[in-house]
């Protein structure tokens, strides 16, 4: 029927640095978002990007950003993305870049491949951990998000991957 | 006896042309202004800048040649820059504060069928 139809990329924010991820914003990646689209694609990439533009969902544990766009002109958001070298925070500057895991065309097809693929990060964690504390919290989150998907209710896992990355950290 | 059928062929090209041709003469509302072909092809760079950004800037845009005296030039653009190419230089306002326009006297995917133009034809 008629409706506006959207894109969301689900990206990951890559960066050697850890506080940079921690520095991460809704409303100062937005605009970094838009100062970059307009920076490749011009006036006319700033006005058809930004109608439907949003940030969903931000986590700042794992770095992962849900970026909503409509259909027509998210190849035009998804160009831009690899532009993206730096984030600025106070002053600072993180050199970093945006691997873009997932395009979906719903909030939930974008949440179900993300439950996936915190689960298999959870076990590649547990593969390359060296300190017998961490492995154990890992190896609790683990068993938690199996549990959670047998018992039917498939929450979030984030709180699994922040767990672990607080760990690692 | 009945004439040999005559054999033919037909050639029939469904790939459009890469490139397209234009015709443009730049037109300054004050005279006496002069840009020279390095500084033509520069606005002309930063006019797809302006609406199209970096991707716009890195066409593959080429201008075939330049009169300086008239400000008229042929250009050559890739067939799917055209609408992008065109678009930007209809929405270039000024160049170096001074206003100008851009006026488009042809365009077409053949770069002979620029050295005529019946709109120019002068019948007695």
Same mark, same amino acid.
């Given at each position: 029927?008629?409706?506006?139809?959207?894109?969301?990329?689900?990206?990951?924010?890559?960066?050697?640095?850890?506080?940079?991820?921690?520095?991460?914003?809704?409303?100062?990646?937005?605009?970094?978002?838009?100062?970059?689209?307009?920076?490749?694609?011009?006036?006319?990439?700033?006005?058809?990007?930004?109608?439907? %533009?949003?940030?969903? /969902?931000?986590?700042?544990?794992?770095? #992962?950003? &849900?970026?909503? $766009?409509?259909? +027509?002109?998210?190849?035009?958001?998804?160009?831009?993305?690899?532009?993206?070298?730096?984030?600025?925070?106070?002053?600072?500057?993180?050199?970093?870049?945006?691997?873009?895991?997932?395009?979906?065309?719903?909030?939930?097809?974008?949440?179900? %491949?993300?439950?996936? /693929?915190?689960?298999?990060?959870?076990? #590649?964690? &547990?593969?390359? $951990?060296?300190? +017998?504390?961490?492995?154990?919290?890992?190896?609790?989150?683990?068993?938690?998000?199996?549990?959670?998907?047998?018992?039917?209710?498939?929450?979030?896992?984030?709180?699994?991957?922040?767990?672990?990355?607080?760990?690692?950290? | 006896?009945?004439?040999?059928?005559?054999?033919?062929?037909?050639?029939?090209?469904?790939?459009?042309?890469?490139?397209?041709?234009?015709?443009?003469?730049?037109?300054?509302?004050?005279?006496?202004?002069?840009?020279?072909?390095?500084?033509?092809?520069?606005?002309?760079?930063?006019?797809?800048?302006?609406?199209?950004?970096?991707?716009?800037?890195?066409?593959?845009?080429?201008?075939?040649?330049?009169?300086?005296?008239?400000?008229?030039?042929?250009?050559?653009?890739?067939?799917?820059?055209?609408?992008?190419?065109?678009?930007?230089?209809?929405?270039?306002?000024?160049?170096?504060?001074?206003?100008?326009?851009?006026?488009?006297?042809?365009?077409?995917?053949?770069?002979?069928?620029?050295?005529?133009?019946?709109?120019?034809?002068?019948?007695?």
């Amino acid at each position: 029927m008629v409706r506006f139809k959207h894109r969301y990329l689900l990206c990951e924010l890559v960066s050697d640095d850890p506080r940079c991820r921690l520095s991460l914003e809704d409303r100062v990646l937005g605009v970094l978002f838009r100062d970059t689209i307009a920076r490749i694609h011009g006036t006319f990439g700033a006005a058809a990007c930004s109608i439907g %533009f949003a940030v969903r /969902y931000l986590n700042a544990y794992t770095g #992962i950003v &849900l970026l909503r $766009c409509r259909k +027509e002109f998210y190849q035009l958001v998804w160009s831009a993305l690899p532009f993206i070298t730096y984030l600025e925070n106070k002053g600072h500057r993180y050199p970093c870049f945006f691997n873009t895991l997932h395009v979906g065309g719903t909030i939930r097809t974008c949440q179900k %491949f993300l439950i996936q /693929y915190n689960r298999r990060q959870l076990l #590649i964690l &547990l593969h390359n $951990c060296t300190d +017998e504390g961490q492995r154990e919290a890992i190896q609790k989150s683990v068993t938690r998000s199996c549990l959670l998907e047998d018992s039917g209710e498939e929450e979030l896992s984030d709180n699994g991957g922040e767990e672990a990355a607080e760990a690692m950290e | 006896m009945p004439a040999p059928a005559t054999k033919y062929e037909r050639i029939v090209y469904k790939n459009p042309s890469e490139h397209h041709y234009m015709k443009v003469c730049l037109e300054f509302q004050d005279h006496g202004v002069g840009l020279n072909a390095a500084q033509f092809k520069q606005l002309l760079i930063s006019a797809l800048k302006d609406l199209f950004g970096e991707v716009g800037a890195a066409l593959p845009l080429d201008v075939l040649s330049y009169e300086e005296k008239t400000l008229s030039a042929i250009l050559r653009i890739c067939s799917s820059g055209l609408v992008k190419l065109w678009s930007s230089l209809t929405l270039l306002g000024s160049y170096k504060g001074k206003k100008c326009a851009f006026r488009v006297i042809q365009v077409s995917p053949f770069l002979l069928a620029l050295s005529g133009n019946s709109r120019e034809l002068v019948l007695d």
